[in-house]
Nanobody, 118 residues
Framework: VQLQASGGGLVQAGESLRLSCAASGIVIGVTTTKWFRQSPGKQREVVAW???????KYEDFVKGRFDISRDNAKNTVFLQMNKLKPEDTAVYSC?????????????WGQGTLVTVSS
């Protein structure tokens, strides 16, 4: 199983980026997939997630600016990030959680760096 996160880069404040979390070896549509981020000196924090039913949730600091979506045909979860702010600068990573009855398996992708300049 592999999750491949990509799409990071350097942008100016107010611009947009789209991150991708492409899965192989697992059907991402049956997992709850979350985007996390970690800034230097800070703890990792959840940004947004999408459930197998397609329910989406966002942390308050990205509501109205970020949009998480899933393309089952591409086995990929996306994070569209609009109106980026310097405080959005972080390494973004994706996690997919698969439930087997009461057991849970977590899969992690490597991070992709997002840098927002003011």
């Amino acid at each position: 199983v592999q999750l491949q996160a990509s799409g990071g880069g350097l942008v100016q404040a107010g611009e947009s980026l789209r991150l991708s979390c492409a899965a192989s070896g697992i059907v991402i549509g049956v997992t709850t997939t979350k985007w996390f981020r970690q800034s230097p000196g800070k703890q990792r924090e959840v940004v947004a997630w999408i459930t197998p039913d397609g329910v989406t949730k966002y942390e308050d600091f990205v509501k109205g600016r970020f949009d998480i979506s899933r393309d089952n045909a591409k086995n990929t979860v996306f994070l569209q990030m609009n109106k980026l702010k310097p405080e959005d600068t972080a390494v973004y990573s994706c996690n997919s959680r698969l439930w087997h009855g009461s057991r849970v398996t977590d899969y992690w992708g490597q991070g992709t760096l997002v840098t927002v300049s003011s």
